[in-house]
């Protein structure tokens, strides 16, 4: 095997044993340091599987997706199936940004384990399972080998809001399985129509449509991009995402805002477009809608929240919506928005529950009319939330604006009176963005502090700045030089549309 073919095993590996060893190991504290290790030793195996100017998608008379490594070995002979793993332009930066979460998370259980549930270590080896689920689903170039790493993570994350959330836990993470199961039934059948017209469930062999007639084309990218559009989430298949927000603890709101609902975004790129770009084409005026329908209506619903981590439960739809809107005008500035729009938000939307957990657990409220006057009495943790809001309402030079910003200009650059108006209105939608995220600040931030928060204490905790400081750099980092994200994905992404017909 080669070094490439190691470390991809190892991604895998390296977390499923962790959480395996955290949950046998005696002592809570052990355990949960076990499962940080592990969680920062897959970080460091998924750093060096970047691959350089060598490593871009190469089309050649007949598609095919040439990785940066890729390890390809038989599994069920018998059905065909192959346990295909590889890493590329467009899933590397997703691959390194769950790694970073993860770890981020199972390092602040060091620290505060929420309430509730159980011991610590079983939430660190959920969270670890969990990784396994994501990373699976970014490496996955077997469809079928897709699939299974797409259910992974449902049962997990289930018990994660089940066991460690609010009040209202258990009918938010019912909420949450039905509507993932209902995704999943959708991703299976779109699985089964593709895999039986086109006899192999290889992601290599399939991206172009492998042949595949203009029907089934349709009928699979149907499916299959109403799966992904419950995981993304689209409108109206959203409402799970509030209730698993709001009663998830803080660790889980940041794995579910960060990375899980990227599988449904970076899933409706790789496979939903590349299996069946013809129905891509078909359906993207209708993709385009509903995705500017989830920033308006997000929007709106920010602006009447009354609680804090309800409203930026709300916020991910409309950001989403605009990674949506990207990949709906299927061109190279679209998906380029559609990416760097995946990992601001991840990068922002992590901190920014950080934050919502770190004011509710001080405050003991999450109420905005209750959480007044927060500058005047914790500085540090008001800078910081003012931060993470303005980088999150798209303001230029962090992280934020470009995906927002290029979504609006792919839809012009699309050209006609539906993407026109699409533009327009997905530009409104940013101004509603700015107008929510500042009266949140005005609420919380500024005024007389109120009882909940006059007692607060104005410093911040180590573990605190240790997990919060790396969301900060990189919100900077991406907004100053987005490059670091669309260098390795600008190759990859020509590539892709180049079997749009």
């Not at 573990?463 to 919100?475: D, F, H, I, K, S």
């Amino acid at each position: 095997m080669t070094f490439g073919q190691v470390l991809l095993v190892a991604v895998v590996a390296v977390p499923a044993l962790g959480a395996l060893a955290t949950a046998v190991v005696p002592g809570d504290r052990a355990g949960r340091v076990v499962g940080t290790v592990a969680a920062a030793l897959t970080l460091l195996a998924t750093l060096p599987l970047v691959g350089g100017d060598h490593g871009w998608f190469g089309y050649g008379p007949r598609p095919a997706v040439q990785p940066w490594h890729q390890l390809d070995l038989q599994w069920v002979p018998g059905l065909d199936l192959r346990f295909h793993l590889g890493v590329d332009g467009i899933s590397w930066p997703l691959v390194v940004l769950t790694a970073l979460l993860t770890l981020l998370c199972c390092a602040y259980t060091l620290w505060r384990v929420p309430t509730g549930g159980g011991s610590g270590r079983a939430l660190v080896a959920l969270l670890l399972v969990v990784e396994v689920g994501i990373l699976g689903t970014f490496l996955a170039l077997d469809l079928v080998l897709f699939f299974l790493f797409f259910e992974v993570v449902l049962l997990p994350m289930y018990a994660v809001i089940a066991g460690w959330g609010g009040a209202d836990r258990r009918r938010a993470a019912r909420k949450f399985a039905l509507y993932t199961l209902f995704g999943s039934v959708l991703l299976l059948v779109g699985v089964y129509v593709v895999v039986a017209a086109a006899g192999t469930a290889d992601l290599v062999t399939l991206t172009g449509g492998a042949g595949l007639s203009r029907g089934t084309q349709l009928a699979a990218f149907t499916l299959l991009a109403l799966a992904f559009a419950v995981k993304s989430p689209l409108w109206p298949l959203h409402s799970w995402l509030p209730d698993a927000h709001t009663q998830a603890p803080t660790v889980g709101s940041v794995i579910l805002a960060g990375v899980l609902l990227k599988m449904g975004t970076y899933g409706l790129i790789r496979v939903a477009v590349g299996v069946a770009p013809e129905g891509a084409r078909w359906a993207a005026p209708v993709l385009g809608v509903l995705a500017v329908a989830a920033i308006l209506v997000g929007g709106l619903v920010c602006l009447a929240q009354d609680d804090l981590k309800r409203l930026i439960a709300y916020s991910s739809v409309g950001h989403m919506g605009f990674v949506l809107l990207g990949v709906a005008t299927l061109t190279a500035t679209g998906i380029q928005a559609a990416l760097i729009g995946n990992i601001a938000h991840g990068v922002i939307t992590g901190l920014l529950f950080f934050l919502a957990g770190a004011v509710k657990d001080r405050a003991h409220t999450g109420s905005l009319s209750e959480l007044s006057g927060l500058r005047e009495t914790a500085p540090r943790l008001a800078g910081l939330l003012g931060f993470a809001a303005v980088a999150s309402l798209g303001l230029p030079g962090l992280a934020g604006f470009w995906g927002e910003a290029f979504a609006v200009v792919a839809a012009v650059q699309r050209g006609g009176p539906l993407w026109l108006t699409l533009a327009v209105l997905a530009a409104l939608g940013g101004a509603l963005t700015a107008a929510y995220f500042l009266r949140l600040l005005r609420r919380v931030t500024h005024g007389r502090p109120s009882p909940a928060v006059a007692g607060l204490p104005p410093g911040l905790a180590g573990a605190e700045l240790t997990a919060w400081a790396p969301l900060v750099l990189l919100a900077l980092a991406v907004g100053l030089a987005p490059a670091l994200v669309l260098s390795y994905a600008s190759g990859p992404v020509e590539a892709l549309l180049g079997v749009v017909p």
